[in-house]
């Protein structure tokens, strides 16, 4: 069983930057593909980033060139760096680990933590 916790969340001016952390403990999950996702208030949940075992990087068209999400598997810990925020930003902000094939889902999520962007 892995857990995952999100730290670093919290509020910040539009133009600032933030950076999220998700600590696995449990298991090594230097295996794993892991991702950040976010759900706004009365949207649904999205996909933010992904980062595969091997370092390979997705974003979403939205975040691209202001979020970077990177992996030290020393330390079993996924980060986000969220620059140059916008108030759009805003959501409730959770990481993921260990896609599953047969589930078509990540097998283990953490609580998340709140971002809060205002102008």
């Known amino acids: 069983q892995v857990q995952l916790v999100e730290s670093g969340g919290g509020s910040v001016q539009a133009g600032g930057s933030l950076k999220l952390s998700c600590a696995a403990s449990?298991?090594?999950?230097?295996?794993?593909?892991m991702a950040w996702y976010r759900q706004a208030p009365g949207k649904e949940r999205e996909l933010v980033s992904k980062?595969?075992?091997?370092?390979?990087?997705t974003y979403i068209d939205s975040v691209k060139g202001r979020f970077t999400i990177s992996r030290d598997n020393d330390k079993n810990t996924l980060y986000l760096q969220m620059n140059s925020l916008k108030n759009e930003d805003t959501a409730v902000y959770s990481c993921?680990?260990?896609?599953?094939?047969?589930?078509?889902?990540?097998?283990?999520w953490g609580q998340g933590t709140q971002v809060t962007v205002s102008s």
């Open positions: 993921a680990a260990c896609w599953s094939m047969s589930a078509t889902s990540y097998t283990y």
């Open positions: 449990g298991r090594n999950i230097r295996i794993c593909r």
């Open positions: 980062i595969n075992k091997d370092g390979k990087t």
